[in-house]
T-cell receptor, first 115, second 110 residues
């Protein structure tokens, strides 16, 4: 089983709909992240959380919100989806800085299409 | 902010060597990562450099020069399965946020 699990893996929705992408992890990491990936633009950080009570905006947070329900769960919401939010979304986790390299461990991705 | 530049695409022959360059501009540098990403899959960690020099891990090596804001990933004895995108990412000293370059797609031909 994957250590970082995202649901749904694929979703097609319509403009204006509310969408939630969920992420759960079994790695025991404190830190969790949401990235989106668009062709040619690489991975861009949407939101990140260093523990349950800590939520921070990334470089492209407009139009998104997050909830850290528990150490192991971090969900991303699009309150009113629009077509330019069509992308591949990745959840990632990392250990605290100072423990190992602090590398990111990614989920398998959630492909979202907004019509 | 951070600017991270890497070539968009490279082509190489099976068995050959390919070098993927990454240049960056950042304040408060705290490490550079390379990830491999096959089409439609999650990125997977390849290497990490925080001090100047070469880190070797099997067929893959990564080099860092902090004064030049420069890194490269060297792939030796290329195999068909190495066809993938390679992502350069820089971490700042404050926090553990990684900023990614656009990725370099490497195509390995027979």
């Amino acid at each position: 089983d994957a250590d970082v699990t995202q649901t749904p893996r694929n979703r097609i929705t319509k403009t204006g709909k509310r969408i939630m992408l969920e992420c759960s992890q079994t790695k025991g990491h404190d830190r969790m992240y949401w990235y989106r990936q668009d062709p040619g633009l690489g991975l861009r950080l949407i939101y990140y959380s260093f523990d349950v009570k800590d939520i921070n905006k990334g470089e492209i947070s407009d139009g998104y919100s997050v909830s850290r329900q528990a150490q192991a769960k971090f969900s991303l919401s699009l309150e009113s989806a629009i077509p330019n939010q069509t992308a591949l979304y990745f959840c990632a986790t990392s250990d605290r800085q100072g423990l190992g390299t602090g590398e990111l461990f990614f989920g398998e991705g959630s492909r979202l299409t907004v019509l | 902010g951070q600017n991270i530049d890497q070539p968009t695409e490279m082509t190489a022959t099976e068995g050959a060597i390919v070098q993927i360059n990454c240049t960056y501009q950042t304040s408060g540098f705290n490490g550079l990562f390379w990830y491999q990403q096959h089409a439609g899959e999650a990125p997977t960690f390849l290497s990490y450099n925080v001090l100047d020099g070469l880190e070797e891990k099997g067929r893959f090596s990564s080099f860092l020069s902090r004064s030049k804001g420069y890194s490269y990933l060297l792939l030796k004895e290329l195999q068909m399965k190495d066809s993938a995108s390679y992502l350069c990412a820089v971490r700042k000293a404050a926090g553990n946020k990684l900023t990614f370059g656009g990725g370099t797609r490497v195509l390995v031909k027979p």
